[in-house]
């Protein structure tokens, strides 16, 4: 008799998923989030809903605040000043933005590709510091140097213009409503000129120099070098370059404090000073947080746009 055996049947198990546990120590990371978060909120999310709470009342800064909905809002619409405020903004984005970073880049591109390997690099790199000299001044220096120089009776612009037989051509500057923008947005485009410089010249210390070893060979010229390989090459640096100053632009308040004040009659006169015209000289809080309100959406928006054509911009160039 022969007896059969069976192999012992294989204990059937029901698969159970393991709950992932986080590595010992791993939740403690955490922790160095968090100075960074209580100051996030502190400094940005509690005074912006502040801010969104008192462009709704009517304050004058001191005592209760009294709520009036959207009031600030549709006053601040039909208000000529307001709209006169973001005119001046644009022009504030033209001498802070598009000549500075179109001067800037030619400068940067002359002093890496010529001068740089035509002279010594400390000549480059003085001229690069020149540029930069006034980012380095503090604001109210810079305007205090400006107003000195563009005094009408003792400045040195109108003193050089009268001893050269230009009495005519010596103005107030300043105090004239033809003359104030354009001289405001020429003093920003000295002031601004030397950051993209810097940027730029960063950006093209990357560049492959073989790219234009290789151009220089089928016979491309500084030009055709420029517009086929500067350009694209630093494209990114263009974007941050692009989007700090707009965003610079339309927050400026230093150096129109310092020279204008906003005048004369509100010809210089832009969103950040008129927020704080209404704020503390006024005591109009509730107008002038209605202000800044608009202010910081629009910069979120233009911020928004900016960083959605990069994103566009590298995925096509499959970066």
């Excluded at 986080?22 to 989030?33: A, E, F, I, M, V």
């Excluded at 004369?264 to 309100?293: C, R």
């Amino acid at each position: 008799m022969t007896t059969v055996t069976h192999p012992p049947a294989r204990a059937t198990t029901t698969p159970t998923r393991r709950r992932a546990r986080p590595r010992s120590g791993q939740g403690t990371y955490w922790l160095y989030l968090v100075p960074g978060a209580v100051l996030f909120i502190g400094v940005i999310v509690v005074p912006f809903f502040m801010n969104l709470y008192y462009s709704m009342t009517r304050w004058p800064g001191i005592g209760e605040p009294r709520w009036i909905g959207f009031d600030n809002y549709t006053r601040l619409f039909a208000d000529d000043t307001f709209w006169l405020s973001f005119r001046n903004s644009v022009a504030m984005i033209v001498a802070m933005v598009v000549v500075p970073t179109l001067v800037g880049l030619l400068l940067a591109a002359v002093l890496f590709d010529y001068l740089g390997k035509r002279f010594d690099g400390r000549v480059a790199s003085g001229l690069r510091a020149t540029y930069y000299l006034p980012q380095i001044l503090p604001v109210a220096v810079a305007g205090i140097l400006w107003g000195w120089v563009l005094n009408p009776q003792t400045g040195a612009l109108n003193v050089i213009l009268r001893n050269l037989g230009l009495e005519s051509w010596a103005l107030n500057w300043l105090g004239d409503t033809g003359t104030a923008l354009p001289t405001v947005m020429l003093v920003m485009i000295w002031v601004q000129v030397g950051y993209p410089v810097v940027i730029f010249m960063a950006a093209l210390q990357r560049v492959d120099p073989e790219l234009y070893e290789a151009a220089e060979l089928d016979g491309a010229g500084w030009f055709r070098r420029f517009r086929a390989i500067t350009l694209p090459q630093i494209k990114p640096e263009t974007f941050v370059v692009t989007l700090t100053c707009t965003i610079a632009a339309l927050k400026v308040f230093g150096p129109i404090y310092v020279l204008t004040k906003g005048g004369p009659e509100n010809s210089t006169n832009v969103p950040s000073y008129f927020a704080y015209q209404n704020f503390f000289p006024k005591s109009q809080v509730g107008y002038g947080a209605a202000i800044a309100m608009v202010l910081t959406v629009i910069v979120i928006i233009v911020s928004i746009i900016f960083m959605r054509v990069q994103a566009a911009s590298e995925r096509k160039e499959g970066i």
